[in-house]
C-alpha cells in the first residue's frame, strides 16, 4: 500500500481506506470508475475508486508512470484554487503490480454543472453563466492549465453572491505549458455544445485573449464539430446511438 495525505488528521480514513469505501452506503456513480461520499470528522469527503487497470497497465503504472489517482492528488494540489480540496491519494498492491486506487477530496456542494445551462431550453442566466465561464476558463488558461477532459460533467458551478463560482474535477488528465491561441480556443472542444452556446461563449472569451470574434469562433466550431464527428464514428461503428 502506499498513499499521500494532505494532513495528519485523515489518516485513519487514509490508512483503511479500501475498507471505508467498501463499507460506504451513498454512491454518487457506478461506472468504470465509481464515486462515493462518505462523512469522516465533521466533513464530508468524496472517493474515487479507479478501475483495476489491465496487466499492461498494472505493470507501466507499477514502474513507469504515475496512477490516475496519484495524478489526480498531485494535479489538484498544483491547482488547488480551482478544484475541490485535495485530501490525498492511496494505491493498493497485489504480487507487486498495482490493484485498487482511490482519490479523496472534500465534497463541494455545487448547485450544477455546465451540462445544465448548455442543454436545458430557458435555463435562468444562462448568457451570464456563460460569459462567468469564459472568464473562468481564461483565468484556468493563464495559470498554463490545459485540462484535456474538459467536458460538461467536470465543470462544476455554484451561484455565489457577486456571480458564479467555477470548479473543475477529473483531472488526472492534464497538461500545463504556455498555450496558444489556437490551443486556447480548441480546449472548449469537449463541451459537446450547441454551436449559438458555443458562439456566446467563445465571443466572451475572444475579448479577453484580444482576439477577432470571428476567428476564434471559427477555430472553436471546428474542433467542435471534428470532436463530435469523431465520437460518433465510434459510437456508429459499435452500434450505439448518435447524438450530434
Given at each position: 500500500m502506499?498513499?499521500?495525505?494532505?494532513?495528519?488528521?485523515?489518516i485513519g480514513?487514509?490508512?483503511?481506506?479500501?475498507?471505508?469505501?467498501?463499507?460506504?452506503?451513498?454512491?454518487?456513480?457506478?461506472?468504470?470508475?465509481?464515486l462515493?461520499?462518505?462523512?469522516?470528522?465533521?466533513?464530508?469527503?468524496i472517493?474515487?475508486?479507479?478501475k483495476?487497470?489491465?496487466?499492461?497497465?498494472?505493470?507501466?503504472?507499477t514502474f513507469f508512470?504515475?496512477?490516475?489517482?496519484?495524478?489526480s492528488?498531485k494535479?489538484?494540489?498544483?491547482?488547488?484554487?480551482?478544484?475541490?480540496?485535495?485530501i490525498?491519494?492511496?494505491?493498493y498492491?497485489?504480487f507487486g503490480?498495482?490493484s485498487d486506487?482511490?482519490?479523496?477530496?472534500?465534497?463541494?456542494?455545487?448547485d450544477?454543472?455546465i451540462?445544465?445551462?448548455?442543454v436545458?431550453q430557458g435555463f435562468?442566466?444562462k448568457?451570464k453563466?456563460?460569459?462567468?465561464f469564459?472568464?473562468?476558463?481564461?483565468?484556468l488558461?493563464?495559470?498554463?492549465?490545459?485540462h484535456?477532459d474538459?467536458?460538461?460533467?467536470?465543470?462544476l458551478?455554484?451561484?455565489i453572491e457577486?456571480g458564479?463560482?467555477?470548479?473543475?474535477?477529473?483531472?488526472?488528465?492534464?497538461?500545463?505549458k504556455?498555450?496558444?491561441?489556437?490551443?486556447r480556443?480548441?480546449?472548449?472542444a469537449?463541451?459537446?455544445a450547441?454551436?449559438?452556446?458555443?458562439?456566446?461563449i467563445?465571443e466572451?472569451?475572444a475579448?479577453?485573449?484580444?482576439m477577432?470574434?470571428?476567428e476564434?469562433?471559427?477555430?472553436?466550431?471546428?474542433?467542435?464539430?471534428k470532436?463530435?464527428?469523431?465520437?460518433?464514428?465510434?459510437?456508429?461503428?459499435?452500434?450505439?446511438?448518435?447524438?450530434d
Amino acid at each position: 500500500m502506499k498513499y499521500e495525505v494532505s494532513s495528519g488528521k485523515y489518516i485513519g480514513i487514509i490508512e483503511e481506506l479500501r475498507n471505508y469505501f467498501l463499507n460506504a452506503t451513498q454512491t454518487i456513480y457506478d461506472g468504470r470508475n465509481s464515486l462515493k461520499m462518505i462523512p469522516y470528522e465533521e466533513s464530508d469527503l468524496i472517493v474515487k475508486s479507479f478501475k483495476i487497470p489491465h496487466i499492461i497497465n498494472k505493470i507501466a503504472y507499477t514502474f513507469f508512470r504515475d496512477s490516475k489517482a496519484k495524478k489526480s492528488y498531485k494535479h489538484s494540489v498544483k491547482i488547488v484554487e480551482f478544484t475541490p480540496e485535495p485530501i490525498g491519494y492511496v494505491e493498493y498492491f497485489r504480487f507487486g503490480l498495482l490493484s485498487d486506487s482511490y482519490y479523496i477530496c472534500k465534497q463541494y456542494h455545487y448547485d450544477f454543472t455546465i451540462r445544465e445551462p448548455l442543454v436545458q431550453q430557458g435555463f435562468k442566466n444562462k448568457e451570464k453563466i456563460f460569459r462567468a465561464f469564459a472568464a473562468f476558463t481564461y483565468d484556468l488558461h493563464n495559470y498554463n492549465i490545459q485540462h484535456l477532459d474538459y467536458s460538461p460533467g467536470n465543470i462544476l458551478i455554484k451561484e455565489i453572491e457577486d456571480g458564479y463560482e467555477f470548479k473543475i474535477i477529473d483531472v488526472n488528465r492534464m497538461r500545463f505549458k504556455r498555450l496558444t491561441d489556437t490551443e486556447r480556443l480548441e480546449n472548449f472542444a469537449k463541451l459537446w455544445a450547441k454551436d449559438e452556446d458555443l458562439k456566446l461563449i467563445i465571443e466572451s472569451y475572444a475579448k479577453l485573449i484580444k482576439m477577432d470574434k470571428d476567428e476564434a469562433i471559427s477555430i472553436v466550431l471546428n474542433a467542435s464539430q471534428k470532436h463530435k464527428d469523431k465520437k460518433n464514428l465510434k459510437k456508429r461503428l459499435k452500434g450505439k446511438r448518435v447524438v450530434d
